[in-house]
């Protein structure tokens, strides 16, 4: 079984800023690519952030220059630093891994199940 947990989530003011975890756990035997993911209501859910194994990162215009995705490897967790944030960041955040489970072993994508934050004006 894997397991994929967020944290971090809360209710802050336009201008601060939260850091989402986003930590693994199970029967992991590598993590290729990690994500952040949002939902607002009504919408669909939306890219916010990836990083690959090597560290390679991409981002919603939206949030460029805005946040910072980061991983550790060794603790096979996510990292999403969410600075500078606005009412419309409001959603609900989930993180995702595309891993494999055992060494050779087909890569799966496993969800989290969500966090939210909540940026109030």
């Known amino acids: 079984q894997v397991q994929l947990v967020e944290s971090g989530g809360g209710l802050v003011q336009a201008g601060g800023s939260l850091r989402l975890s986003c930590a693994a756990s199970?029967?992991?035997?590598?993590?290729?690519?990690m994500g952040w993911y949002r939902q607002a209501p009504g919408k669909q859910r939306e890219l916010v952030a990836g990083?690959?194994?090597?560290?390679?990162?991409n981002y919603a215009d939206s949030v460029k220059g805005r946040f910072t995705i980061s991983r550790d490897n060794a603790k096979n967790t996510g990292y999403l630093q969410m600075n500078s944030l606005k009412p419309e960041d409001t959603a609900v955040y989930y993180c995702?891994?595309?891993?494999?489970?055992?060494?050779?072993?087909?890569?799966?994508?496993?969800w989290g199940q969500g966090t939210q934050v909540t940026v109030s004006s």
């Open positions: 995702n891994a595309d891993l494999s489970r055992y060494r050779y072993g087909p890569l799966s994508l496993y």
């Open positions: 990083i690959t194994s090597g560290g390679s990162t």
């Open positions: 199970g029967s992991i035997f590598s993590i290729n690519a």
